[in-house]
């Protein structure tokens, strides 16, 4: 499932309006501290970076020094989401990766070779 972000929490690895994909977690024996999490509560959608489980709460990191630690008490989780992949919600140009030769433009548009 994928699900956008909002904020700065996790910058530089994921930007605002950013897609994160994940894969359902079905218990909390599958959590590895380290890795990146959406935890949906009855209240908020959060992605961060799990740093403790006991045997009540979800600690959780921010990659953005700005932002803190985050407590999440076990029994306010409904889901809770690995992230597999990061879509990123802006575009920006790779020079040097095309196949083709760039012939220019030609009424506005450009052509290419290959």
């Known amino acids: 499932m994928g699900f956008q972000v909002s904020g700065h929490d996790m910058e530089e690895l994921i930007q605002p309006h950013d897609y994160v994909i994940g894969s359902r977690i079905d218990g909390y024996e599958q ?16 992605v961060k970076r799990l740093k ?49 030769k760039d012939k220019g433009k030609k009424d506005g548009k450009r052509e290419f070779e290959g």
């Open 31 to 46: 959590l590895s501290q380290g890795n990146i999490y959406v935890i949906i509560t009855s209240s908020q959608v959060i």
């Open 52 to 100: 403790e489980i006991d045997g009540r709460m979800l600690t959780l990191g921010s990659d953005n020094p700005d932002y803190g630690i985050k407590g999440v008490a076990i029994i306010s989780v409904k889901e809770i989401w690995e992230v597999r992949y990061i879509v990123s919600g802006s575009m920006r140009q790779i020079r040097g990766t095309g196949s083709g």
